[in-house]
DNA sequence: AAAGAACCAATTGGATACAATCGGGGAATG
DNA sequence: CATTCCCCGATTGTATCCAATTGGTTCTTT
């Protein structure tokens, strides 16, 4: 049995803080009350934000300290722009490369988030659904690109989960995680990135809904 | 005069240890001995580390450390295959942004790096041509895509600095860059990107020669 | 009263000390 | 001889303590 270190349950810790808007944009991140209310010492926490400011979930000043960076809609936009372009590579590279084994198993997946789906489990859903799309992602063989579409993926991670939260969304995603998964069999390239593109769009105009208000 | 903080300089000494093969690919990172080398403790070492993990620079396991990343070529291939899409974007972006004081800066840069070429200072060029390269990017008002791609040059600058102590490199550089300069003048944002793919294609080609030793 | 200097409280930065964990080597076992 | 188990040293992970820096406040000066 794996027994997380202090830095790893504070990482997440803390990027749930991040989304759910306990520790607010701008807002000066205190370390030593967020060390003492998370039951830790400020070591493991600032390592912790280092990997963050690394995310671009926080921001740095020698000396002042750690500020919660706030995502603003244009921010977001550019995020959904570059996870286009590199999700776009990704599959380009991926999908002629896979072989039967790797559809049945993505299919698997697409099934997990549907059962999740059901249980209304939102960070369930979440989980699945990343490993649904990151194991096709995988099969580029590319590690650093897979690498920096994951940490795309987490910085708006929080604000995805909203959109999980709607039935009718959830709906939506399984449909065209199923064509995904149909057009992958046919090794349709174009389709499968015509697909994840209107995934795209759908999840980033509900969660520009939330952002701003 | 500001007093750079222990985990930034330690950053950089890192960096270029691990550029310059001193502390070798695959290698653990003991982290008392290369903190007391440096003349500081382990925590702030522990930071650079945290940031150097984040670029892919090293690879942490719980419990066991920090491992060298080795570099290989197709790791090479790969980060320049996502500065392309990335830096294709970018300059997309950023030329029909550009104002006339835009475009003078940016020559002003490429006169920096002439300038520094001539002085044969490696590290002063390389410091120049990113001013270059990133005052072109910097006008696209997208900071995280500019984030992203400072990474990936952050995590092969070791490399490129060999490019930059040939004479006949540095020349062909400078030429690109003056046609590039005149293609932003125009706002001629095909030409620009088609210069700064060759000046990439020109660059992995001399950098994989050296890693594949 | 405005401007500047000098202090001070709050907070971060870093060093040291201690606890936890891992991998390897050797003894015991088949 | 191969294998398993256990122990121990090396190394990392974290807590605590102290130093350094910052920004704001107050006091002084003009």
């Known amino acids: 049995m794996s027994t997380l270190t202090a830095q790893e349950q504070v990482l997440r810790e803390v990027r749930n803080q991040i989304a759910s808007g306990v520790l607010k944009a701008g807002q000066q991140v205190k370390q030593d009350t967020l060390a003492t209310e998370l039951g830790v010492s400020r070591v493991p926490l600032r390592e912790a934000l280092k990997v963050l400011e690394g995310e671009g979930q926080v921001v740095y000043h020698p000396h002042r300290g ?27 590279v991926a999908i002629p490369m896979m072989t039967d084994e790797d559809v049945d198993f993505i299919e698997e997946m697409s099934n997990d988030v549907r059962i999740a789906s059901v249980s209304g489990d939102v960070s369930a859903i979440t989980a699945a659904n990343r490993r649904f799309h990151f194991a096709m992602f995988e099969c580029s063989n590319m590690p650093r690109l897979v690498r920096i579409i994951r940490t795309l993926w987490d910085s708006t991670d929080a ?55």
Chains 1, 2 share one sequence.
């Open 66 to 92: 750690y500020f919660v960076a706030d995502l603003s809609v244009s921010d977001l936009v550019e995020v959904y722009r570059i996870r286009a372009l590199l999700e776009e590579e990704a599959l380009t």
């Open 159 to 213: 604000y995805r989960s909203v959109y999980m939260s709607s039935t009718i969304n959830l709906e939506h995603m399984n449909d065209e995680h199923a064509q995904m998964v149909a057009a992958l069999r046919q090794r349709d390239v174009e389709t499968s990135i015509r697909l994840q593109a209107t995934h795209r769009e759908n999840s980033v105009m509900a969660v520009s809904k939330v952002i701003s208000r």
